[in-house]
């Protein structure tokens, strides 16, 4: 009878243990996997600007939780596994004995070796439920952390931080996004042809994705017309052609096109309705202003280019209406509020001249610029 009990026991401890020791494997997987998460999360802190603000330090307290769990959930199913396994050891080992004490001892001990038969095969589906929730938030963290990141990048196609540079012009900008996620402010400088530079800049009314989506198509689009037509009135023209869709009557773009030409000497425009741009040109600031409607209105609109001299050291300044409309009570910054700038600093260099026009539209309002803004400056050196 005694050897019955112990070998009983040895089986029961014995199965036990590989139960324990399956779940711990589980267990020590599940650790790899949730530091893995949290190395993730680390690097890409390095490598961020470390503005995630008190949602990164939630987030990273939460991971660092979820390790700290994984690990103790592994180190004490480890711990179960090898005490029933030992306790197998200890009951075959007794077989050979003649002790009666230590047979009721074993028995004793087999009672909870087959509740733990039973509370492992629970333990495991908790875990394999945990597991799958674990999976289920990363997931969902990943797909939070890229709609984050997808305004970011937009923003960044529409109104890049660095653009190239250009031999004979000097270029300065800045992009203020505003309250929204999305921004309909756009610019772009890029080469038309030889000796040719177009500097773009232009705003879609209203907010979110469609604005944005809008102001996409026509920043690139813009491209593809300037270098198909010299004059950038018909680029504007075919633009507005293009981008008409009378079922969308609320949506509208301004926007002014400025192509250099340094081997004829010369800077053409045109202005869909924009702001007035400014133009540093022999000690003078002159208005580059409207020359046709808002884009989208109608859609075979007509609009002129206008052409000036143009002269080594002049500088051209362009901006979206976020810039002026900075308000201190009933008054707003406004167009000549750019102009006088450019009066008083105009040997500035382009990036630090576009700087001191958001300090001083900030420095004006007496509330924060809710409008995105943008602003851009070519020089020609």
């Not at 660092?64 to 711990?79: G, I, K, T």
């Not at 038969?117 to 289920?136: D, N, P, T």
């Not at 425009?269 to 702001?275: E, L």
Request: hydrophobic share 45%; aromatic share 10%; net charge negative.
């Amino acid at each position: 009878m005694q050897e019955i009990i112990l070998g009983l026991t040895a089986g029961l401890c014995f199965v036990a243990g590989l139960s324990w020791g399956r779940i711990a494997r589980y267990r020590w997987r599940f650790y790899q996997q949730v530091r893995e998460v949290m190395e993730t999360h680390r690097s890409a802190e390095a490598h961020s600007d470390g503005g995630d603000g008190s949602d990164g330090d939630s987030r990273r307290e939460e991971v660092h939780a979820a390790v700290m769990l994984a690990r103790s959930s592994f180190l004490r199913d480890l711990h179960a596994a090898g005490l029933y396994l030992l306790v197998a050891i200890i009951a075959l080992f007794l077989v050979t004995t003649d002790t009666e004490f230590w047979t009721v001892v074993m028995l004793v001990v087999g009672v909870p070796a087959t509740l733990s038969l039973m509370w492992g095969r629970k333990s495991g589906s908790e875990f394999r439920m945990a597991q799958e929730r674990f999976e289920i938030e990363r997931r969902a963290q990943e797909a939070l952390a890229q709609e984050e990141l997808a305004p970011r990048a937009w923003a960044g196609r529409l109104a890049p931080e660095d653009l190239a540079s250009f031999e004979g012009f000097s270029i300065g900008q800045v992009h203020l996004a505003g309250s929204g996620l999305m921004a309909g402010d756009f610019f772009d400088v890029f080469e038309v042809s030889a000796g040719r530079l177009a500097a773009v800049i232009g705003d879609v009314a209203g907010k979110g994705i469609e604005s944005s989506i809008t102001a996409f198509q026509a920043k690139y689009l813009m491209r593809v017309f300037l270098q198909r037509f010299r004059d950038p009135a018909q680029a504007v023209e075919e633009l507005n052609l293009q981008m008409f869709n009378a079922e969308r009557t609320e949506e509208f773009i301004s926007l002014v096109v400025l192509v250099f030409d340094t081997s004829a000497g010369t800077l053409r425009y045109a202005s869909a309705g924009h702001p007035t741009a400014w133009l540093w040109h022999q000690r003078e600031v002159l208005p580059l202003s409207a020359t046709g409607p808002l884009l989208m209105l109608e859609q075979h609109s007509g609009y002129f280019s206008r052409e000036i001299p143009l002269m080594r050291g002049d500088m051209a300044v362009l901006y979206t209406d976020g810039l002026i409309e900075a308000r201190r009570g009933g008054d707003l910054f406004g167009e000549e509020g750019v102009a006088m700038l450019l009066r008083r600093e105009p040997l500035l260099a382009p990036g630090e001249l576009c700087k001191h026009l958001l300090d001083a539209a900030r420095d004006f309002s007496d509330t924060p610029l809710s409008d995105d803004v943008a602003i851009l400056a070519v020089r020609r050196k």
